[in-house]
């Protein structure tokens, strides 16, 4: 059996190639979209990792598989045509949603914009939101030219959503308030 080996050699020149083979610059709006998507994925590992309830574990972990798949579709050369890929589903955009009216129940009503932090926990799941808006910004400018599912659309959109009401729940969890954003008026 032969050895995989992390390095190819075949990006050397600033081209990777997508689902299907297509060359394209490592600057693609495709690569900058499902890295994007990696990056929070990693964010969401570090999310997980941290000392939290075993059911959001069990969430988070959801959300990482859903997320590779996400990298795929995002990946997935246009010309190629039908290929086997796994896929989101409407039951993912649900169950966040369900999560997020779970949460909800259990918190104060929000009448001001909240600033991050207050506990480290809370911080890394308005980071893991942050960068999700991101990705959700790229690939919305990456449907100008190219074929996104709606449904990938709606699962990053609901998926921001998630973290917020997230980053709340764990706060409240930790026994930290909202930091409620004051502003200044101006003189």
């Known amino acids: 059996m032969e050895e995989w080996k992390i390095y190819t050699k075949t990006g050397d020149k600033g081209e990777t190639s997508l689902i299907g083979g297509k060359r394209v610059a490592k600057n693609h709006i495709r690569i900058e979209a499902y890295g994007t998507v990696d990056e929070l994925n990693s964010f969401v590992g570090l999310l997980r990792d941290q000392k939290i309830d075993e059911h959001y574990k069990k969430i988070l972990l959801n959300i990482q598989e859903n997320l590779f798949i996400t990298e795929s579709l995002l990946a997935k050369d246009d010309e190629l045509g039908k290929v086997d890929l796994p896929c989101l589903k409407d039951s993912d955009i649900t169950l966040l949603e369900n999560e997020i009216d779970q949460m909800n129940q259990h918190l104060p009503p929000l009448h001001n914009f909240i600033l991050p932090g207050g506990h480290p926990v809370v911080s890394y799941a308005h980071v893991a939101r942050c960068v999700c808006r991101r990705a959700e910004r790229i690939i919305i400018e990456m449907t100008g030219d190219y074929k996104v599912p709606l449904i990938v659309i709606k699962y990053i959109n609901r998926l921001s959503d998630y973290f917020f009401v997230l980053?709340?729940?764990?706060?409240?969890?930790?026994?930290?308030?909202?930091?409620?954003?004051?502003?200044?008026?101006?003189?």
């Open 167 to 187: 980053a709340r729940k764990l706060a409240q969890e930790n026994g930290v308030d909202d930091i409620l954003w004051k502003a200044k008026k101006c003189e």
